[in-house]
Each structure stands twice: as structure tokens, then as C-alpha cells.
């Protein structure tokens, strides 16, 4: 007789706000890398709905009824208190963006990465800097926040509340909307960062609208490295994320904890970013 082979399983909880689902640029190259990763070492992948209306504790149920053995948290509400329950419930988790105490997580060197980007633009002679981000309900958001204003604050150069925008990522009509309402500013910035790389095409829309060029007029400055930006002319200025070994680490971390959860570490994966140049930040008011 042929022995039953038991199927493993790893389960991705993924719910992102924008609408673009797994084509999502950067969360698609992250969500491949774990899936190969998982799939080299023999587990299947389940997708958790992380959209619909559970009660407090019936996540961590709905997850065992489904089969996973350990689930990886990518881009969910982190501020809700049911995704924090599940993952602190005991199942192996990872998460991706976010970390939860004894909760092994991956994320990218965010302090690092926005210090690099703001000290390009003050190096190319900006002064009045403006900073369109993501929700803030994440960490991610909240260290590029405070970075942002670490960074200026270091340069001694002023950040007015008006120069820190609420934005959301991957929100390219919201963003060209807010990058609108900067640009018709008496004082208008001559740099803006924006959420991400994808919210660049917006930003380049309320420019063009205003007759604005880039980067002669007013510069961009992105975040993630997505290879879509890095085609268009002029390139954008942004920071790279390390998405393919993020994936594979977060797949490895939680195969970890499943396989050897007495030896499994909880300490956070935090990943290096590089600055990539593009095209979109020059000296204000075109200057050499």
C-alpha cells in the first residue's frame, strides 16, 4: 500500500486597500518569493480571507478550520485588534511591515531608507521639502514619519504641519489630488516625497496639469523600486526595497517556527534598501 502523504500548509493573509489585489507591484514580488520559497520545502499556500466580518478570536479559527499549519500576515490592518489577537493567538505567524512582540517579522530599513532620500534632495539644494505618506497605522509609516522630520530637523531645515500630508499608499488619484493642493501653495515645495513608487504617476499628472516639469520645476522622490517607475522617462528617484529576499525569508522564518518552534528566534528580519538615483530630483528651479 501507498502511504497518505500529509499536505502542509502555509497560510498568507493579504488584504490590501487599493484594489490592485496580487498585481500589486511590490507585494506581488514579496507574495512570489514566499510562494517559491514554501513550495521548495513542500508546502502548499492558502489564501486567508483577511477582509471579512469575524469576531474577536474566529481568525486564529477560521485559519485551523482551513488546514494552515502557520500563516503569514502581509498588508493587513494592523491596528485591528483581531490581527493582533491572531498573531499572538499561539499559531506560527510572521508578519510582513509590522511587528508584534514575539512575532518574527520582515521588514525593510525604513529609518535608513528615508534618511537616504531626504539627504539626496537637500544634497541637489532643497530646502523646502514636503512629505505625502501612507496610513499611519503602521510602523512602516510612523519611522518614515518621524525620519523624515529627524532628518530635516538635522539639516536645520523647518517642517510646518502642512508639509507632512495624509496620504494612502498605492492611491494614485488621491495622491495627484494632494500633490495638487501642495503645488497651488504660495510656498509651495520644491521636492516632494510621495507614498510609494505607484503614486508617482499621480503626482506627474498634477503636475502636468499646472504646466509643471520634471524635474525642472518641481522634483519627485518615491519609495519600493517597483521596475515599473524605473522604465518611464525621467526615471524616479527612489528608495529599493529588498522585496524577493523578504519573501523568502518570511517563508523560511515560518517554516522555522512550525518545524523547530523551540529554536525558532522572534527577532525582526530587517532588510537593507538602496537609494537609486533616477531622474527625479534635481536643483530647484533648474538650477546646475
Known amino acids: 500500500m501507498t502511504e497518505t502523504t500529509i499536505a502542509r500548509n502555509l497560510g498568507i493573509m493579504y488584504a490590501e486597500e487599493s484594489g490592485s489585489g496580487l498585481l500589486h507591484p511590490f507585494?506581488?514580488?514579496?507574495?512570489?518569493?514566499?510562494?517559491?520559497?514554501?513550495?521548495?520545502?513542500g508546502y502548499d499556500i492558502t489564501f486567508i480571507n483577511g477582509t471579512g466580518e469575524w469576531e474577536a478570536g474566529s481568525y486564529a479559527e477560521h485559519c485551523r478550520q482551513r488546514g494552515v499549519d502557520g500563516l503569514c500576515i502581509v498588508c493587513a490592518d494592523y491596528a485591528d485588534p483581531r490581527i493582533k489577537a491572531l498573531a499572538t493567538c499561539g499559531m506560527p505567524c510572521v508578519t510582513v511591515d509590522?511587528?508584534?512582540?514575539?512575532?518574527?517579522?520582515?521588514?525593510?530599513?525604513?529609518?535608513?531608507?528615508?534618511?537616504?532620500?531626504?539627504?539626496?534632495?537637500?544634497?541637489?539644494?532643497?530646502?523646502?521639502?514636503?512629505?505625502?505618506?501612507?496610513?499611519?497605522n503602521s510602523i512602516v509609516t510612523r519611522t518614515r514619519i518621524g525620519q523624515f522630520k529627524n532628518t530635516m530637523a538635522y539639516h536645520e531645515l523647518p517642517v510646518t504641519p502642512d508639509?507632512?500630508?495624509d496620504g494612502l499608499y498605492h492611491?494614485?488619484?488621491?495622491?495627484?489630488?494632494?500633490?495638487?493642493?501642495?503645488?497651488?501653495?504660495?510656498?509651495?515645495?520644491?521636492?516632494?516625497?510621495?507614498?510609494?513608487?505607484?503614486?508617482?504617476?499621480?503626482?506627474?499628472?498634477?503636475?502636468?496639469v499646472l504646466g509643471l516639469r520634471i524635474p525642472e520645476d518641481i522634483s519627485f522622490g518615491g519609495y519600493d523600486g517597483i521596475p515599473m517607475t524605473q522604465a518611464l522617462s525621467p526615471r524616479l528617484t527612489?528608495?529599493?526595497?529588498?522585496?524577493?529576499?523578504?519573501?523568502?525569508?518570511?517563508?523560511?522564518?515560518?517554516?522555522?517556527?512550525?518545524?523547530?518552534?523551540?529554536?525558532?528566534?522572534?527577532?525582526?528580519?530587517i532588510f537593507p534598501v538602496e537609494l537609486l538615483e533616477g531622474?527625479?530630483?534635481?536643483?530647484?528651479g533648474g538650477a546646475s
Do not use: W, Y
Request: proline share 6%; net charge positive; with cysteine.
Open 27 to 41: 507585494f506581488a514580488l514579496i507574495l512570489n518569493a514566499f510562494k517559491s520559497e514554501a513550495e521548495a520545502h
Open 98 to 136: 509590522h511587528i508584534f512582540k514575539g512575532v518574527p517579522a520582515v521588514l525593510s530599513d525604513n529609518e535608513t531608507g528615508m534618511q537616504k532620500l531626504v539627504e539626496f534632495a537637500i544634497s541637489k539644494g532643497h530646502r523646502r521639502i514636503a512629505f505625502v505618506h501612507g496610513h499611519n
Open 238 to 269: 527612489t528608495i529599493r526595497q529588498s522585496c524577493v529576499d523578504m519573501g523568502k525569508v518570511a517563508a523560511q522564518r515560518l517554516i522555522d517556527r512550525i518545524e523547530r518552534p523551540e529554536t525558532a528566534s522572534n527577532k525582526p528580519n
Open 171 to 208: 492611491d494614485i488619484a488621491l495622491t495627484r489630488k494632494l500633490v495638487g493642493e501642495l503645488l497651488r501653495r504660495p510656498d509651495r515645495p520644491t521636492c516632494i516625497i510621495l507614498p510609494d513608487d505607484m503614486c508617482f504617476l499621480g503626482a506627474q499628472e498634477a503636475a502636468r
Open 163 to 165: 508639509d507632512v500630508v
Open 279 to 284: 531622474g527625479t530630483i534635481a536643483p530647484p
